[in-house]
């Protein structure tokens, strides 16, 4: 197989000393380390460290491993929702989310707006007995985002509430003000460019409260069963240890997240200007303020996507195809920390040439 330069969100191009990194890992014996060791539990302790400092976490705040982001969106159903949870969302991902808790059995309610539309906090009708908030802050199935503002909003309008939020596909890439809601949950594969299969799960105070309160403890996953084990810098199954490891290395290497904020929205604002500059294409979602900085969503006729995919495929780019109802009128490029400035401009050089 030949190798391509990878603008798909997720699984997306993984960061470039990966392949050093597992080298390394092998070498020094971390790939058969015991779960329960002094070893493992060192790497525990010293990545949630470096995850704090580098993307800007408060102290308070407790981090775990999970297997994927889907695996956070069920935790949170059986582990922290009383009676209810209120589903916010306009796209797939937030609809899949509220789908697999109603299938646990929860009750839940929700509010599905337009990707197009600002969401207005205000005017939301969040029953008495939804004792949790779930949102998606990037809506990576059609590109959109709930900015820090609006989630700050929420916080005040619902003080009581738990604030729940899927940030799969922007963690790692723009600056989240992570002390405004209770639950932050992410996987590796998207803006922290590691190979699939771990995610994080990011907890307040005030969520590990309402686990406590609640009590469930039936599962393997259950939050009081994770959080015990984390405690002790440890996991309740064998967690994927390689990954860990490459997420420590990772962020050792990793600027101050503001730093990295600055650079993808530089580089978003520059993508932006580029397809308006390109008659054939315009992007997805005309206003700028839903509109995501780590996945661009680009619409064009049939035709035009159909050939530029094959076209850019063919010169060894991988776009993200469209999702779902937009897969005929829409592309997707990541803008990932892990992918280079070169790689964009051979890709905007390619994408001209026509
Ligand atoms: C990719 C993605 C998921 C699913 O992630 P998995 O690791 O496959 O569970 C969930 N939510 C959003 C917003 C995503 O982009």
Redesign the pocket.
Known sequence: MRKCISFYP?PSKVHEKVPRYVLDAYQKGILSINHRSPEFEELFQKTTQLLKKKLQIPEEFNIYFTS????CWEIIAQSLTEIQSFHLYNGA?GEKWHNYTKKLGVTTSHYQFEAQQILEVNNLNVPDEAKIICL?Q???SNGTQLSNEIIHQLRENYPEKLLAV?A??SLGGIKLNIASADIWFA?V??CLGLP?GM?LLICSPQALEKAQSLGENNHYNSLLFIAENAEKYQTPYTPNVMNIYLLMRTLEKRPKITNIDREIKRRYKQWVDYFNGLDRFKMFIPNDLVRSRTVITVEADPTTIGDTKERTKSAGFILGNGYGLLKNTTFRIANFPAIKRTEIRKLQDFLMRD
């Open positions: 997720g994927s982001a889907t695996e991902f998606t990037n809506e990576t899927d799969t596909s996987s594969q998207k699939a995610a």
